[in-house]
């Protein structure tokens, strides 16, 4: 691949795949009058969130689509959460249910996301939708970020039979869809976590590797085989010399000349979250899950 090529722009997919998610809503509106609507529920006062929730509203009107937003005070108490949830999941006009993580400490996480109604279930964090992916049934809702870089690694990487993949972190919202995902596309998929004994000893065979692991830098250059193609999932804020960044997982100025191709962070893997949550969120307007 030519120098400057390596570079996955998930910017530039991003806004493709958003144009054409808005002719397919505005389409839906035309045709059938129904207005794509996404509810998005935040608790607290996360500085972080406030500008993400703020993000996917944006994205959500901008692709022709509606959104609601609820925001409840810190002090919020589980029953008063699962209260709204139980109103937006019998409310015909809301199709999209988002609840924004992390959520305050008095508040189960599970119990929240697994009230959510499944065909609601955008974010595909319900234990339903996990389980279909699991089982690998196509017909629940994909987490976005998973489905974001699939999306991502398909764009430099036609064909991924065959290929080794390893998934740096376990999480239930990144690396454990990310290896069902890949698993399914025909990849060996290796899953290391916080008890691996070598990671870099895993990374160092991959042809692919996905890191979201939350660890600014965690990734260095020597664990990359030349010529791998490098996913980073990493969003962590970083003081530099410059101000306040955001960086990803991996140490990106010594795994580029390793890599075939390389998301960066910012402007990789973030854009196409979005993307791909407004997508679940027209398919759950159509009455479709994840395709
Ligand atoms: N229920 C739930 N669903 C989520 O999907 C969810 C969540 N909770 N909690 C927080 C995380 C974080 N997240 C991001 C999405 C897009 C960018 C993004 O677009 N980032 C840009 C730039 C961001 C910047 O510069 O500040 C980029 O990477 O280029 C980042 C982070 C979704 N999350």
Redesign the pocket.
């Known amino acids: 691949m030519e120098a400057g090529g390596k570079l996955i722009n ?2 530039a997919f991003a806004r493709q795949l958003r144009s054409e998610i808005r002719q397919e809503a505005e389409n839906l509106h035309a045709v059938h009058g129904i207005l794509p609507t996404l509810a998005v529920v935040m608790v607290g006062e996360d500085p ?2 406030a ?2 929730v703020r ?2 509203i944006r994205a959500t009107e901008q692709a022709g689509m509606r959104s609601v937003s609820h925001h409840l005070p810190a002090s919020t108490q589980e029953g008063e959460l699962l209260a709204l949830i139980a109103a937006l999941n019998v409310d015909e006009t809301v199709h999209g249910i ?5 959520l305050p400490e008095q508040i189960n996480r599970d119990a929240v996301l697994d009230a959510i109604a499944p065909a609601k279930d955008v ?1 595909g ?1 319900h234990i339903v939708n996990a389980g279909l992916l699991a089982v690998g049934r196509h017909d629940g809702f994909i ?3 998973p489905k974001g870089c699939m999306m991502l690694l398909h764009s430099v990487l036609p064909e991924l039979a065959g290929l080794h993949a390893v998934v740096v972190g376990c999480s239930n ?1 990144v690396g454990r869809p990310m290896a069902r995902l890949l698993q399914q596309a025909g990849c060996t998929v290796t899953v290391t976590h916080l008890q691996t004994r070598d990671v870099a000893a895993e990374t160092r065979r991959a042809d692919i590797v996905v890191v979201a692991a939350g660890h600014p830098g965690l990734v260095r250059g020597d664990w990359i085989k030349p010529g791998a193609v490098v996913i980073d999932v990493g ?1 962590n804020r970083a003081e530099t010399p410059q101000g306040a960044r ?1 960086v990803g997982d991996v140490a990106f100025d010594e795994v580029y000349p390793h890599a075939a191709a390389i998301t ?8 196409m ?2 993307a791909c ?1 407004l997508q679940n969120t027209l398919r759950a307007a159509q009455g479709l899950a994840a395709d």
Do not use: E
């Open positions: 998930g910017v972080a969130s500008v993400y993000n996917k988002l609840v924004q993580l992390p974010d964090f987490p976005c970020t919202i969003i955001i960066p962070v910012p402007g990789g893997v973030g854009p979250t979005i949550l």
